[in-house]
């Protein structure tokens, strides 16, 4: 006896592996306060990233000040480069929000045409005045803002933003509404007690 098989009788299963997620810092690294953060914010990556290896999760790292941002990172699980980079991050300078969002959507729709999960962490007080073209335009800044926060919302990318001010700032939190983000403040937070609330809120 012939056994026929038809198409139909063929079934592939592919395993969704949503546990391969992309965890993206986009640090502000501009301004004086941002030189009390830094070494917070270095200190929580480094604890995440060392927690990334059981979980899976890959780490990225865009920093932004002066006139634009830069992806100081690239997907990985390598603690000795993601220190090497962390270390190295300066501070001070204008604040390019706009030019963080571009970046941080143009990162994220690579990591999911991978098949990742990207979520991004944005570490700012909100206040952008740095233009797409590097200019100092306050205004245009925040038009280009409001843009690539719907578009990052239309690529639906879970985020969560982190006011690094001294105190709540209304700029981080209209910010936090218009990237439809987990909205912290976190006054006095060590590098230990801010990777605890990123890892609660992750998941």
């Given at each position: 006896?012939?056994?026929?098989?038809?198409?139909?009788?063929?079934?592939?299963?592919?395993?969704?592996?949503?546990?391969?997620?992309?965890?993206?810092?986009?640090?502000?690294?501009?301004?004086?306060?941002?030189?009390?953060?830094?070494?917070?914010?270095?200190?929580?990556?480094?604890?995440?990233?060392?927690?990334?290896?059981?979980?899976?999760?890959?780490?990225?790292?865009?920093?932004?000040?002066?006139?634009?941002?830069?992806i100081?990172?690239?997907?990985?699980?390598?603690?000795?480069?993601?220190?090497?980079?962390?270390a190295?991050?300066?501070?001070?300078?204008?604040?390019?929000?706009?030019?963080?969002?571009?970046?941080?959507?143009?990162?994220?729709?690579?990591?999911?045409?991978?098949?990742?999960?990207?979520?991004?962490?944005?570490?700012?007080?909100?206040?952008?005045?740095?233009?797409?073209?590097g200019?100092?335009?306050?205004?245009?800044?925040?038009?280009?803002?409001?843009?690539?926060?719907?578009?990052?919302?239309?690529?639906?990318?879970?985020?969560?933003?982190?006011?690094?001010?001294?105190?709540?700032?209304?700029?981080?939190?209209?910010?936090?509404?218009?990237?439809?983000?987990?909205?912290?403040?976190?006054?006095?937070?060590?590098?230990?007690?801010?990777?605890?609330?990123?890892?609660k809120?992750?998941?």
């Open positions: 006896n012939k056994i026929i098989i038809t198409k139909d009788d063929i079934r592939i299963k592919q395993k969704e592996d949503k546990n391969q997620r992309v965890i993206i810092f986009v640090v502000d690294a501009s301004g004086t306060l941002a030189l009390g953060r830094l070494a917070e914010t270095k200190g929580a990556i480094e604890i995440l990233l060392s927690e990334a290896y059981s979980k899976r999760d890959l780490v990225s790292l865009i920093a932004f000040r002066g006139k634009k941002a830069e100081l990172l690239p997907p990985t699980k390598s603690l000795v480069q993601t220190k090497k980079k962390l190295s991050l300066p501070g001070g300078g204008t604040t390019p929000l706009a030019s963080a969002l571009f970046s941080t959507l143009e990162l994220t729709k690579k990591v999911k045409s991978k098949g990742l999960f990207p979520t991004f962490i944005l570490l700012t007080d909100g206040k952008g005045n740095i233009s797409l073209d200019e100092v335009d306050k205004e245009k800044s925040k038009v280009e803002t409001k843009k690539l926060c719907e578009l990052l919302i239309f690529e639906k990318i879970p985020s969560i933003l982190i006011d690094t001010s001294i105190r709540p700032k209304k700029e981080s939190k209209e910010l936090s509404e218009l990237l439809s983000s987990t909205y912290i403040f976190l006054p006095k937070a060590n590098s230990h007690s801010l990777s605890k609330i990123i890892s809120e992750l998941g």
